[in-house]
């Protein structure tokens, strides 16, 4: 596999400036003003179980595949989706739970899955890094080293059966309101870190590099963004990728 590509000095440094001013704009992202978007967030349980035999069990954290933002319960998001889709092509019970990090950036993602107790009895875990990453110019090369930390840790504490699905960083350039230069380095760093998650799960047991259906001009309703029907198609993708590995 090819190994990422390390961007011209000029680049780094105009991201290095960037870097200083951009949590603002990935303040105004994440509370929908990029995109125009719903700040609405669930307040139910991030949890909840879909009963039958063979109970399988999931997690999905960080991203919006974790955050469910957008919708106003956590059983129209990612982590309800899948499982239902799961069980329905299965025919086994799915125990499932959706986790937001209070610090939605790599280092808190990997924070809370390191707090996190039992995980061990996780079949699937989808985990969804690095969009505020992006937004915020991360320097490629330490969160590269940190997710490979992270994956390292979900393969030595899952067990032998366990599945850890990572998501690609999804394409945001199209709908930030930013200018085009700045769309351009979103769209190259967007690529960019996808191929480093890529390149990790290619390393690590247990793990696999998933790229995620992008975004349709179906998403957008009255100029609005459609979160629930994007988290169904979400979670009915993960879960055929679940179903394959299960035989």
Not at 16 to 34: T, Y
Not at 213 to 228: H, L, R, T
Request: include cysteine.
């Amino acid at each position: 596999m090819t190994a990422v590509q390390r961007a011209p000095f000029g680049l780094r440094f105009l991201r290095a400036f960037l870097s200083a001013f951009r949590p603002v704009i990935a303040l105004s992202f994440a509370a929908g003003a990029q995109i125009r978007v719903s700040t609405e967030a669930p307040d139910d349980a991030p949890y909840g179980l879909i009963e039958g035999p063979r109970v399988l069990h999931l997690l999905v954290v960080g991203g919006l595949s974790g955050s469910s933002i957008g919708v106003r319960s956590y059983e129209l998001g990612v982590a309800h989706q899948l499982a239902e889709n799961l069980a329905s092509s299965t025919g086994r019970g799915v125990e499932w739970e959706s986790l937001a990090p209070d610090r939605p950036r790599l280092l808190g993602i990997a924070a809370s899955v390191r707090g996190l107790d039992g995980l061990g009895s996780f079949d699937f875990i989808v985990l969804s890094p690095g969009v505020m990453d992006v937004l915020s110019f991360a320097p490629l090369r330490l969160w590269r080293q940190e997710l490979e930390r992270l994956l390292v840790f979900l393969a030595e504490k899952t067990s032998s059966r366990a599945r850890v699905l990572v998501t690609g960083i999804p394409e945001v350039s199209g709908y930030a309101q930013v200018g085009p230069m700045i769309k351009g380095i979103l769209s190259d760093d967007s690529r960019r870190f996808s191929a480093a998650v890529a390149e990790a799960c290619a390393r690590t047991p247990k793990t696999e590099f998933v790229k995620m259906p992008p975004v349709e001009k179906s998403d957008f309703v009255d100029g609005a963004f459609n979160y629930a029907s994007h988290y169904r198609r979400w979670g009915a993708f993960l879960a055929s990728r679940a179903t394959a590995h299960l035989g």
